[in-house]
C-alpha cells in the first residue's frame, strides 16, 4: 500500500500541466481573490464538512443553518424580502437546470402548457440549451445586435406565446459581458403571466457592490417586478470553491416545484430539493466560512479592485492596434475582438507567454474573439498583462492563418454530423496533426480550434463530443 506521502506527491505531479488556479495569469475558469488565508479558510471549512452528508438534513441539522445563512445573504443582496426562497447547489448549471425544471413544473399546473417553450437571446449561457435538452423544452432563441450583444427587449416580448413556460436574460452574460433588459424582459413576461429568470450566476456577486461603489446601473435583481428567479454563484465572484451556487425564487410556491420528493419505493422518505442525492457538505461550508469572512465590506473592497483592473485593461486593449472591447460591459468580464492577428493565435501567443486568455468561436453574427475573467488576483499585472498582449497580438500577426486549407474545410463542413465514425474522426485530427489517444493535446490549439470553428454547428457538437469520448478512455480493460 502507498503511503500518504506517495500518493499526495502523485497527485501533485498529475496536477503539473494543469494551468494554475491562483495568482491571476488565468483569466477564465477561476477567481482568484488574491487574499492571503481565504484559501486556508475554505480548506478548513471544507474538510471539517467533506463527510456530512447534506441528503438528509434532519440528522445532519448543521446542513440547515449553513444554507439557510448563505442563501439569506444572497438574496438580501438581490433584492430579496421576507417571502424570497432558495437553495444552494452545486454551480450555475444546476441551478438553472432547477429554475427551469420549476418554472416547466409550475407552467403546466397553473396554466396547463404541456409543450413548454424556452425563450432566451442567443447570448444565453449554454446551460439553458442544456436544461430545455434534459427537462423536454422547446429552445426559442432571439437574436442579439452584433454590436450590443443584447437582445431588443420588443423581439423577446414578441416571443413570448400561451407555450412560453420561461424567459431567461443575463446579468451579464458570459461571453460579452454585458447586461440584457431585465426589467422590460419581466414586464412583458409578467403581462402574459409568464415565468422571468435572471441569470446573476457570474454577475450576482459583483453588480450589487458595484452600485455601493456609486455606479448607475440598470434595475436587474429580485426587487424588479415580474423577476420570478434568479441565479447567482458563489463558486465565481463570491470566491468560494468549485461546487457553490444559489437558486432563489420569489416565494416558497414557486421554490416547491424545484423539489422532488418521492414515497414510490421502499427505502427511507425522500425529499431532494436540488437534483443531487447524496452530497458532500464540504462545499457549502467553505461558501459558508468565505462570505462570513469576507463580509460585504470585503466583497465591496474585491469588486472595487477587479473593476479598476477591468477598465484598465479595457483601456489598455483600446490603445493596442486591431484590438478593440466588444459591447458595453458592465462588470469583470471583457469580449476582445482581434482584427489584425486571428485571435486563436493570440491565445496561443499569450499562452506561451504564461496567460491564459480564452478563444471564444464564431457564433452567428458573432466573430472569434477572446473572453476575458478579470479577478482582484490580476490587478497588479495589469501593466505586464497589457505588454504581453500587445507583443502577442504582433507575434500572432506575423503567424500563417491558422484555418484549415480549403479543401479540408469542404471535406469538413461535408461530413454528417450523425453519422461521423470514429475512423473519419481520428483522421480529421489526424490532417492536423493531432493524436488523442496519446492523451496530449497540442501546444498550440489554434488549429484544432480553427478546424472547429470551420465546422457546422451540430458537427462541431460532434467532434466536441467524440474528441472528449476519446480522451475519457478509463475501461475495464
Ligand atoms: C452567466 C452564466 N451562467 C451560467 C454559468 C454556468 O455556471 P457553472 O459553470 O458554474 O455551471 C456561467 C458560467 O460561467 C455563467 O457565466
Given amino acids: ?26 483569466l477564465a475558469y477561476v477567481h482568484d481573490p488574491g487574499l492571503p488565508g481565504l484559501d486556508d479558510l475554505a480548506t478548513a471549512a471544507h474538510a471539517a464538512f467533506a463527510r456530512v452528508n447534506a441528503l438528509d438534513m434532519t440528522v445532519f441539522p448543521s446542513v440547515v443553518q449553513l444554507e ?16 424570497t426562497r432558495g437553495s444552494f447547489t452545486s454551480g450555475g448549471t444546476e441551478s438553472i437546470l432547477l429554475a427551469v425544471k420549476a418554472a416547466r413544473d409550475h407552467a403546466r399546473a397553473v396554466r396547463g402548457v404541456t409543450e413548454p417553450e424556452l425563450v432566451v437571446p442567443d447570448t444565453a449561457h449554454v446551460a439553458f440549451r ?91 435583481d429580485l426587487s424588479v417586478p415580474g423577476v420570478c428567479s434568479l441565479s447567482v454563484d458563489l463558486h465565481k465572484y463570491g470566491f468560494a470553491d468549485k461546487g457553490a451556487s444559489v437558486v432563489l425564487y420569489r416565494d416558497a410556491e414557486l421554490r416547491r416545484h424545484q423539489y422532488f420528493a418521492s414515497a414510490e419505493w421502499p427505502g427511507y422518505p425522500v425529499v431532494n430539493p436540488t437534483a443531487q442525492g447524496s ?52 462588470a469583470t468580464l471583457l469580449c476582445v475582438a482581434s482584427e489584425e492577428a486571428d485571435p486563436l493565435h493570440v491565445a496561443d501567443e499569450m499562452r506561451a507567454r504564461g496567460w491564459f486568455v480564452q478563444p471564444q468561436l464564431s457564433f452567428g453574427a458573432h466573430r472569434r474573439n477572446l ?12 501593466p505586464a498583462l497589457l505588454a504581453d498582449l500587445a507583443e502577442s497580438v504582433r507575434a500572432a500577426a506575423a ?9 479540408l474545410a469542404a471535406a ?31 501546444s498550440r490549439m489554434a488549429p484544432l480550434l480553427a478546424l472547429l470553428d470551420a465546422a457546422p454547428l451540430p458537427l462541431r457538437e460532434r467532434f466536441l463530443t467524440e474528441f472528449v469520448g476519446l480522451l475519457f478512455s478509463g475501461s475495464g480493460a
Fill in 1 to 26: 500500500m502507498p503511503d500518504t506521502e506517495a500518493i499526495l506527491a502523485e497527485l501533485a505531479r498529475l496536477s503539473s500541466a494543469d494551468l494554475p488556479t491562483r495568482g491571476g495569469r488565468t
Fill in 412 to 442: 469538413v463542413a461535408g461530413l454528417d454530423a450523425d453519422a461521423l465514425s470514429a475512423e473519419e474522426l481520428a483522421q480529421v485530427m489526424a490532417s492536423i496533426g493531432v493524436d488523442p489517444e496519446k492523451g496530449a493535446l497540442p
Fill in 399 to 407: 503567424l500563417p492563418s491558422p484555418n484549415p486549407d480549403p479543401a
Fill in 130 to 220: 442544456k436544461a430545455a435538452r434534459y427537462l423536454g423544452l422547446r429552445l426559442v432563441t432571439v437574436p442579439t445586435d452584433p454590436v450590443s450583444c443584447t437582445p431588443d427587449p420588443a423581439d423577446l416580448a414578441a416571443a413570448l406565446t400561451d407555450r412560453t413556460a420561461l424567459v431567461a436574460v443575463s446579468a451579464p452574460s458570459y461571453a460579452h459581458g454585458v447586461l440584457d433588459p431585465v426589467a422590460e424582459t419581466a414586464a412583458a413576461a409578467a403581462e402574459r403571466g409568464v415565468w422571468c429568470h435572471v441569470d446573476a450566476c457570474v454577475g450576482g456577486m459583483v453588480l450589487p457592490f458595484l452600485r455601493r461603489l456609486g455606479r448607475d446601473l440598470p434595475d436587474f
Fill in 279 to 330: 452530497r458532500s457538505a464540504g462545499p457549502l461550508a467553505a461558501a459558508w466560512a468565505v462570505v462570513r469572512r469576507l463580509g460585504e465590506e470585503g466583497y465591496t473592497g474585491l469588486v472595487a479592485t477587479a473593476v479598476r483592473a477591468t477598465e484598465e485593461i479595457a483601456a489598455g486593449v483600446g490603445a493596442v492596434p486591431g484590438l478593440r472591447v466588444v459591447g458595453s460591459p458592465v
Fill in 68 to 83: 439557510n445563512d448563505v442563501v439569506s445573504f444572497a438574496a438580501r443582496l438581490l433584492g430579496g424580502d421576507a417571502a
Fill in 371 to 382: 473572453h476575458l475573467t478579470v479577478t482582484p488576483a490580476t490587478a497588479p499585472q495589469v
